[in-house]
């Protein structure tokens, strides 16, 4: 699927900020069955960027602004062929082991129902990948996507026990249940193209990997009940939200501020037309 996505995030401060530092990692890369073909970062402002990867592997864009400004508009836009590999996720960059991704963090640590919910799933399928899948629909069934309900730093606890949120939380609780089953898995961020024709959305996407012995990383998405396919764009990976986040920072200069994120991912025109 040859792919174009559009995603600009604005900010506004109710005093001028006296200096912004901006951490993106919006930006994707390579392996098989994602391959980008044109990538590109515009902040509308006098700035500095700098780039580097970071531990997990993905490509970090670092943004300082100085000030005075009182408002900061950031577009992101490329272009990006995808095929279907089932969710398997192949000769993507791997700088740590899986066995790191079994450590629980304060967004994805399990309560005890999670670790019920996992024991419970166990003894229906005790194959692994078996067990993922229905692990993936198990989740999917039992929370309502629901936004507006939760915030960036609600845990998978609360999500759970609430039995609604949005992709984030999702794969909070997926990361939660996988890991209390001794099952190493990671968070996702990225974006997915909507075969509903809802080219507009007011986020990216989240999902999971988990990891499979004879098959390695395999993309999980609970909160649609499937495994990844030539819909997703994967851009970074952590041990949840905080380590791959779209965007992150801090400001210096007081005041309020509003943000705003929209996102466009549709099919290019030259595939519409095939």
Known sequence: MHLTIDYRTDYRFTHPQQRIIQSLRVTPTSHAGQT????????????????????????VTMIYIPGPVDHLS????????TEDTAG????????????LFLRSTPLSAPSPAIVAFA???????????AWLHLLNHEIHRR???????TEVDTDAATAFAAGHGVCQD???VFLATARAAGTPARYVSGHLFRRDGAARQPAAHAWVEAWVDHLGWVAFDPTNGICADD?????????DYAQAAPLSGARTGGGE????VDVHVTMAQSQQQN
């Not at 980008?36 to 490509?59: P, T």
């Not at 950031?74 to 062929?81: H, P, R």
């Not at 929370?143 to 309900?149: E, I, S, W």
């Open 36 to 59: 980008v073909v044109d990538w590109s970062i515009d902040v509308e402002c006098d700035a500095r960027l700098r780039s580097h990867v970071d531990g997990y592997g993905n490509k």
């Open 74 to 81: 950031i577009a992101v836009s490329g272009e990006v062929f």
């Open 88 to 99: 398997v996720v192949r000769d993507a960059a791997e700088p740590l082991p899986p066995e």
């Open 119 to 129: 024991r419970r799933a166990a003894e229906v399928d005790r194959d692994k990948l």
């Open 143 to 149: 929370l309502a996507f629901d936004p507006g309900k």
């Open 170 to 172: 999702f794969a909070h």
């Open 231 to 239: 819909a997703y764009i994967r851009v970074a990976t952590g041990l």
């Open 257 to 260: 501020e509003r943000l705003t």
